[in-house]
């Protein structure tokens, strides 16, 4: 939805109304998944998605009828194999989808908390006697959308944290993939002479300090990323212990073979345990033969995806 | 020839999208006549632009780099032995190689976003199919994706890839095959593309596509041939034919490093003939 967001701060501007549909659940595979959001302005202007294609001509008469002052529904769509090869959907699957009016106000104050990255949950009652009513809530660490009883949450998570330590050349190309995959990224060295915003300019943030001291004060959660590219026992051995002392979703750290031994009797001797040791992914980054800084942001970007998907069918 | 100016070529080749390979002189013995850092860039043709040395050295480095041009692997060679003087470099053979071209075929959010981020791991990225595409992916959407994927198959693309999921690429796969696609063109499709990261949102699908690419084009064997080499038959250097000096001699061509060993040769056929047939 957050893609849509800034269409409707619009429409609510020019004092359109409109109706939103928005995926709430997806069987099977569906091209997008749930919180994918279709918006229809009284004007018949429409913004976003909800199949890539194949079903918003159903949906955008179903929001029609909305805006002319239907009742909100849940409406689903079967898509049986045959015919999405048909139409071309790129894979079967079904899609629950509830259209209802927009609230206006719920609106700007969405677009506010999100710009301002605090933590909040649309939701929205699709099913039962209170169906269609909206309300902001607190988020309370659930960061994927979820349909609790009558109530569908749609999380509008602060972007999740990256922090990459070490002010070389893959730092810069990290960043920017961590970027792509939506994180907020910070560049930490102790070095002042390497870790400027001039050699860094696509990141969010570059802090000049200890690793170690500047991890142990800063906010980690289990959708954290962690990248050490310090390569130097001095800073990396304190660094991970303190990584390791956290939910991080995913911690790597650059070094080849030996090092990596080398700085795992280190960490043993400082009382770390295997099992800990096992949650370092070490050498960074998946096996893919990356040569250049470039590649090697590739291989860590993948395997951070790999990471964190593996977490999310865990969970 | 100002010390820059075989810099300034390469850079312009590279500008260019050309090949090449840049040597570099890291080590000498004297008596020799490189020095250290002496640098020449060498072109697809054998052409040298440059100084490295002289007889001792240049075919020596001419080879290694038509080979490096091959493979793309850069190398370290040595003249030992191979000179009349006692004297030895070392040189430093790199391979620049233009980088590859990717065809993405298809508008829609993945191909957008692949064709971005392709260009950052130094890919030169088409819209549309190029016959010299090293790789394809495709991405309509299932608006045209059978074609597409016959279209890329019938090429030399060494990576064709649909964006899709399991079960559609499976549907996808079946029907190039029941249209009569060889099985070994079908062998080349990675249906659907991307290393396999679990299952991911759709936007991630072209970190995983991004990171088969990766993968594909640092394990990807060389499809050029190896150059063609002759022995020089005075010296017994190892020379590159396509920048030998050559004599015919019987019906038999012979190579040799420089203008002196042919003239050895034509002074005296029957001495080295033998050596070199």
């Not at chain 1, 909305?66 to 898509?79: E, F, K, M, T």
């Not at chain 2, 791991?121 to 994706?145: F, N």
């Amino acid at each position: 939805m957050k893609d849509v967001l800034d269409t409707l701060e619009g429409w609510n501007a020019e004092g359109l109304r409109f109706a939103t549909a928005t995926v709430v659940k997806i069987e099977r595979s569906a091209p997008l998944g749930p919180g994918a959001v279709l918006a229809v302005s009284e004007k018949g202007e429409v913004a976003g998605s909800v199949t890539g294609g194949c079903v918003e001509p159903a949906v955008y008469e179903e929001a029609q009828e909305v805006l002319a002052g239907g009742p909100p529904r849940l409406v689903s769509y079967g898509i049986a194999d045959e015919e999405a090869f048909e139409v071309g959907l790129p894979c079967g699957g079904t899609v629950h989808i509830f259209l209802g009016m927009g609230r206006r106000d719920l609106i700007d104050e969405l677009a506010a908390a999100v710009k301002d990255e605090r933590p909040v949950a649309l939701a929205t009652e699709i099913t039962g006697s209170e169906i269609g009513t909206q309300r902001l809530v607190e988020l309370d660490g659930h960061f994927e959308a979820a349909i609790e009883g009558d109530t569908f949450f749609l999380p509008f998570a602060p972007r999740p944290e990256m922090y990459v330590f070490g002010a070389v050349d893959h730092a810069a190309a990290i960043g920017r993939m961590g970027k792509f995959l939506g994180y907020r990224v910070t560049i930490c060295d102790a070095r002042a002479r390497f870790a400027t915003r001039e050699r860094f300019p696509d990141v969010d943030e570059v802090v000049v300090q200890w690793p170690d001291e500047f991890l142990r004060g800063t906010p980690v959660d289990e959708r954290t990323a962690i990248c050490v590219l310090t390569h130097d026992h001095k800073f990396d051995v304190p660094l991970l212990k303190v990584a390791l002392e956290t939910p991080a979703g995913y911690i790597g750290a650059m070094g080849a073979k030996r090092t990596t031994e080398s700085r795992n009797e280190r960490l043993r001797a400082e009382g770390v345990t295997d099992e800990q040791l096992a949650r370092i992914h070490a050498p960074i980054g998946l096996r893919i033969g990356s040569r250049t800084p470039e590649e090697v942001a590739v291989a860590v970007a993948a395997e951070i995806v790999a990471t964190r998907r593996k977490a999310a069918v865990a969970a | 020839m100002r010390p820059a100016d075989v810099l300034i070529r390469a850079g312009e080749l590279a500008s260019a999208g050309e090949p090449f390979a840049l040597a570099t002189v890291v080590n000498v013995r004297r008596p020799a006549s490189a020095r250290r850092g002496d640098r020449a860039v060498v072109t697809a043709d054998g052409a040298v632009y440059g100084w490295v040395g002289g007889s001792c050295s240049e075919p020596a480095v001419v080879r290694e780099a038509l080979a490096a041009l091959g493979d793309g692997e850069s190398r370290l060679i040595s003249t030992e032995g191979s000179c009349a003087s006692k004297g030895a470099v070392e040189i430093l053979v790199e391979a620049q190689l233009p980088a590859p071209l990717l065809a993405i075929i298809g508008e829609s959010p993945a191909a957008e976003t692949l064709a971005r981020l392709a260009v950052g791991i130094d890919w030169r990225v088409t819209r549309e199919l190029h016959e010299d595409s090293d790789a394809v992916v495709v991405a309509t959407m299932g608006r045209g994706d059978e074609e597409a994927l016959a279209a890329a198959l019938a090429g030399p693309a060494g990576y064709v890839g649909l964006v899709a999921s399991r079960k559609r690429a499976d549907a996808v796969a079946a029907t190039l095959r029941s249209a009569g696609l060889e099985e070994d063109a079908l062998a080349r499709l990675k249906a659907p593309a991307g290393l396999d990261l679990g299952p991911i949102r759709q936007e991630e699908v072209a970190v995983a596509i991004l990171a088969e690419l990766v993968a594909w084009r640092h394990a990807s064997t060389p499809a050029a041939p190896p150059p063609e080499e002759a022995v020089d038959p005075v010296c017994g250097m190892t020379v590159s034919l396509a920048s030998a000096e050559t004599h015919v001699h019987d019906g038999t061509t012979y190579a040799f490093c420089c203008v002196g060993c042919r003239a050895r040769f034509e002074a005296d056929p029957a001495r080295y003939a033998v050596i070199g047939a």
